[in-house]
């Protein structure tokens, strides 16, 4: 069974491999975590979440409820436009055991290409939720939280919330 790894956790901080071939185990993998992140009411999980080092990555739409399995994506362009939203991570907790928050501004939409479960190429525009969300997500793939985008003071105060909980 698969467990979630938490802000601290190196891992976290570890830039993922290319998928070369897709086994089953990446497919169980996959399905296994699609499964996490419902139960935990998220939205997103990418592997090194579950502490696999390659590249892929679990999404739901929140608008469709329509769920993506990405490997290998890759953002391809983004919008010049950018939006502020709230973002959490299921590895990011506070002591309640629940995502901390934190305003964060990306890009408003982009262009993403990946292969699904079968090896096929991907393509699609995304824009609002689903478009944070792939760059939320994608950005774990390369090692980098939320966090990173937050002003030092911010990102203190957000961790000391994550702190309390330890």
């Known amino acids: 069974m698969l467990q979630m790894k938490l802000c601290g956790d190196l891992v976290l901080r570890e830039k993922c491999e290319v998928v070369t071939n897709i086994t ?7 399905n296994e975590m699609v499964k996490m ?7 997103g999980l990418a592997a090194p979440q579950v502490g696999v080092l390659k590249r892929f990555l679990v999404m739901m739409d929140p608008d469709t409820s329509k769920i993506f399995k ?4 890759k953002i391809l362009t983004h919008s010049d436009e950018t939006c502020v939203l709230e973002e959490g991570c299921l590895s990011v907790l506070g002591q309640d055991n629940l995502p901390v928050y934190a305003n964060v501004t990306r890009p408003k939409s982009v262009e993403v290409e990946w292969n ?3 090896g096929d190429l991907m393509r699609a525009e995304m824009s609002g939720l689903p478009a944070r969300i792939v760059q939320h997500e994608t950005d774990h793939l390369d ?4 966090i990173d985008y937050l002003s030092p003071v911010k990102r203190e105060m957000l961790m000391r919330k994550v702190r309390k909980r330890k």
């Open 24 to 30: 089953s185990d990446i497919l169980d993998v996959m």
């Open 37 to 43: 992140m419902q139960q935990q009411n998220g939205v």
């Open 70 to 73: 990405m490997i290998n994506p």
């Open 116 to 118: 699904d479960e079968n």
């Open 143 to 146: 090692g980098i939280l939320f």
